[in-house]
Nanobody, 122 residues
Framework: QVQLVESGGGLVQPGGSLRVSCAAS????????MGWYRQAPGKQRELVAS???????NYADSVKGRFTISRDNAKNTVYLQMNSLKPEDTAVYYC????????????????WGQGTQVTVSS
């Protein structure tokens, strides 16, 4: 069993900062890429940022220069530092991890967190 647990969401004023975290736990052998998607009301889920096992990162154009993704492999945790937040960043943020469980013959699968609400409003 694998779980991804997010934390750190909340309410912040425009221009403010917030950091969300996502820790993976359970029967994990290795983790490839990790990252964050978000979904605003009435919109499709979109990729925000991703990071590979060798720290190669990718960002949506809308967050480049404002958001930074990082990971701590020892803790199986991925972080998203969000600066200069805008009202349009308001969404539920979901983390994911592409990982292999410690089970003989296990293949790489995607696992998701439950989501954390980020609201940017004055």
């Amino acid at each position: 069993q694998v779980q991804l647990v997010e934390s750190g969401g909340g309410l912040v004023q425009p221009g403010g900062s917030l950091r969300v975290s996502c820790a993976a736990s359970g029967n994990i052998f290795s983790i490839n890429s990790m990252g964050w998607y978000r979904q605003a009301p009435g919109k499709q889920r979109e990729l925000v940022a991703s990071i590979t096992s060798v720290d190669r990162t990718n960002y949506a154009d809308s967050v480049k220069g404002r958001f930074t993704i990082s990971r701590d492999n020892a803790k199986n945790t991925v972080y998203l530092q969000m600066n200069s937040l805008k009202p349009e960043d308001t969404a539920v943020y979901y983390c994911y991890a592409n990982l292999r469980e410690s089970t003989a013959g296990a293949s790489i699968r995607s696992y998701w967190g439950q989501g954390t609400q980020v609201t940017v409003s004055s």
